[in-house]
Every structure is written in C-alpha cells, then in structure tokens.
C-alpha cells in the first residue's frame, strides 16, 4: 500500500509536467474533475408537481411611460372600441457636449471673480458619462480598449489616458467606502467566509483575498498570502499594534514560550501606531534577533495584530469558515464540508475494494452532510450529541485503504472545526459564497491580467466589493454609481456600511 501511495504521488508530478508541456506547446488542456455535487444531493428530493407553463409576467418598466395614440385607417360607420395597449422599451443612446461661458470679472481692488460650474461638475466629462465608464468596466468585465471604441463610435472625444483617468484617479471616496463596508461587516458579522485567488500586479504574482457574508464582499490585493497579511487586511485599514489579552493568549495557542509573554508582558508599551514603532519595541527587546522555531518576531507580531482586531471590535465572537487554507485559521475557525468531502472525492482508487471503500466513505459522509443541514433548521442539545458521536463512527472506521485511513485520522483531527456549526448553526457548512464572490475577480483577471499602479489595484478591488456588496443588499450598480456621482434626478442612497449594519442579526 505505501508503493500504491508513492505511485500515486509520483503520477500527480506526471500530470503537472504534462500540463506544462501542454502549455508550452499550445495543446489542448487535460479535462478536470467535475465537483462532487454533495451540497445538491444532500437536498431532500422535490415532490412531482403539474408542469404549469405561466408566461412571462407582467412587464413593468423602471422608467415613466409615455403614451402614445397610433390612429387607424378605418371606414365609414365604423364604431370606436377603445385602445389596446402594446408596450415598447428602447434605449436612447446619445452624446451631449456643453460649453459653458464662464464670466470673468476684475473686482476694484484688482482681484478676478470666475463664475462658477453648475453643481456636479467635476472636470470635462459629466457624471453621466464617468457612472456609464465606471458600470461599464467593472460590473459588466468590459476591457479599456473595447470601452474607448465604444465611446468613441458613440461620438465622445476622449483619449485613452483619459479614459484611464476616469477609472482610477479620483476615487478615494469609493475606495473609503469600500473599507468602511469592511469595517462595519467585521464588527457585525456572526460568521464570514474567506478565500483567495491569484492576482497579478506590477508585473508580479501575488494573490487576491475575499472576506464576506452574505450582507458585503471585499477584496485585497498583496503580495503574500500568508497569516501576517490576512491579519493585517482584517484591521481594515488600521494600522495599530495591540498587547492586549486577546494578542497573549494568541501566542499561547502559537506555541511561544512563558518566558517571551512574559518580558512583553513587563514592558509598559501596549499600543504602537505603526510597523515601525512595533518592530522598534521587539529590536529592544532582543526578540528579532532570534532563530527559534516558533519564530518570536513572527509570532508576536501576529499576536498584536490579532489584539488588534479585538481592540477595534472585528471578528470577536465571528467564525472564520475556510477551506483549511492555514493562514485563516483564526479565532473561532470553521471548516467547509465541501472541501472535506473533495479530499475523498477526488482521491485515487487502484483497485476494486480501494474503489468500494471510497464509495462507502462518500456516501456516510453524504448522508451526514444532510443530517448536518436538517440540524441547522432545527438544533437540539440531543441531536448535537448523536451527531458528534456519529462523526466519531464515520472518521474512526479503518477500510484497509491506508490513503483513505490517513484522509479520515485527518478528518478527526478536524473535528472542532467541522462540527462548528453544532455550536453555531447559524453559520453556513460551506464556503460556496466566497467561491462565488470571487469568480468575478477571476473573470477580470483573465480579460485584463493585472494591474500596474497601486491606484488601478485599490480601485479595481474598492469597485468589486462595492459591486458585489450592492447585489447582496438588493441595490443596483447603476443607481449607487449614480448617487455617488451626483447624476441628476438619481435617489439617493446612503453609505452601503449604514445598509450592511441594518442587516446584522444578532448571534
């Protein structure tokens, strides 16, 4: 069995050079596993109903209706029965250019009076034409070179570096948003969901993080994907360092020795505004300079990031549901079943009992995944006890499979974070939300690769996350853009954060 393992392990290297010897030579790429489809099976079947073929419903545009009486040629004698109404939609498309005649005085005492704009003018393109760039871009994945085509055959004069402007200069409000979004979500959130993908920016490979529940998204681009970096993107923008209980008890749990707390501990400074100012205070404490492992400077760090992030309310009775990626194992952390049951999915079969013992452990933990959602609908103290037992049944059986018995003493040792949800079955089992969410950078990334400036980058992310944070509150893209940009006669809408924070439900 161990050969069968190595055997295994050594195919997977096959198949990776293949790959890239595929790409290389422009083949055609190897075909993927399709998803287990667990979440769906597990869904109790629907009962047989009538096909009942309804039409499309009544149209109601958006939009005033103007009407309009089309006459009829009809002889004499012909009597008058009233209208039938046939409904149109069409888009005018059309561009407007104004010159406004600014007058110009000279005060007596030699000073110039300019008149000023009218309101929502800010530069020489109008707010109509900026929210149509902006919807355009980021919500409907169009790329610049095809938009400067658009507008131009649309009749706009406007040059590329223009149009380029218009997507990233000037949008600190959005990208402020953005993080106050972030903020308000954190400090309200029950559970949040996380993930991340490949990003490329300033001609290098870094990676793209996803935080959300369904109430807001928000992206971070960097360039590392380690626990440091996560941490930091949870403070949100803040910039602090806090020795708190929180951050002690951090690196208890991280495995750093008594005696470290301790001479930090002693130390009077508990608060540090910056990076410097923190790393300044391990330098004088001797702890950078250290080669153990668990690495103190490291470990620290993290601590006062995490004390952090209590000291500023996020994330304090929240469960973080990951796809056991290590650097989100935080806090209260939970794990997707989704992925778990993948593991068992996707693992290599070499003989007919290898392939019956694969079967046998998918269907259990198919049926355990559906007694885990009928759990959530209604818990009870007495059908949490039988569940943990019954994962104790499941993951405790040894098949003769010795891949497959190593996957389930994982499994077990997993058990906290997959059963969170019998404490918390509030929270969902998986992580489909973040897989969601983050499909949309995934298509930016394959139409526009990467970013170059860091303004492209912060307003590519600040866009998606407000983007996708209006779908979850039932806003659209177009009349937020529109308030935001003080186009005439759009509603107004307030801050997303006041709309995230009136959605929060109590734990």
Known sequence: MELFGEVAALRQVVVGLRAEIAHLKDLPKRPRIGPSGMDKGTEPAKRDQPEDRRGRGKVTPRVAIDEQVVYASVPPGSRFKGYEPFLVQDL??????????RERWVTPDGGTVLAPLPTGIAGHFGAELRRFVLMQ??????????LLVLLRSMGVAISQRQLQRLLTAKHDGFIAEAQ????????????????????RHAGK?????????DRFTWFGTRASKSR???????????????????????????????????????QPEVRFDDTAGWLAHLDRLGLTALRVTPDPQRVATEGALWGSLQAHKFLCDAVVLSDDAGQFNIGRHALCWVHAERLVHRLDAFNDHHRAAQQQVRGLIWDFYASLKA??????????????????????????FVTLDRLLVRLHANKD??????????????????????RCYVTRRKISAGTRSDAGRDCRDAFLSLAK?????????????????????????????HYVRARSRPA
């Not at 529109?482 to 307030?494: F, K, N, Q, W, Y």
């Open 180 to 199: 106050n979004v972030l903020r308000t979500g954190l400090a309200t959130a029950n559970w949040v969901t996380v993930d991340d993908t490949g990003a």
């Open 469 to 497: 944070t209006c779908s979850k509150l039932g806003i659209a893209v177009w009349d937020y853009l529109g308030s935001r940009l003080g186009v005439a006669g759009c509603t107004p809408i307030e801050s997303l954060e």
């Open 205 to 213: 490979n870094g990676f793209c993080t996803q935080i959300g529940d």
């Open 137 to 146: 871009y980021h919500q409907c994945q169009s790329t610049l070179p095809r």
């Open 417 to 438: 974070e997959l059963l969170m949800v019998l404490q918390r079955p509030e929270i969902p089992l998986h992580t489909n939300g973040s897989e969601n969410d983050i």
């Open 228 to 266: 440091l970096n996560f941490l930091d993107l949870l403070r949100a923008g803040h910039t602090d360092y806090v020795l708190n209980d929180a951050a002690y008890g951090y690196m208890r749990s991280q495995g750093l020795p008594a005696a470290t707390i301790a001479h930090l501990k002693a």
């Open 92 to 101: 005018v498309i059309s561009v407007r250019a104004t010159c406004y005649q």
């Open 375 to 400: 759990y959530r609908l209604k818990p009870s103290q007495r059908q949490r006890l039988a569940l943990r037992a019954r994962f104790d049944r499941i993951v405790g059986r040894r098949t003769g």
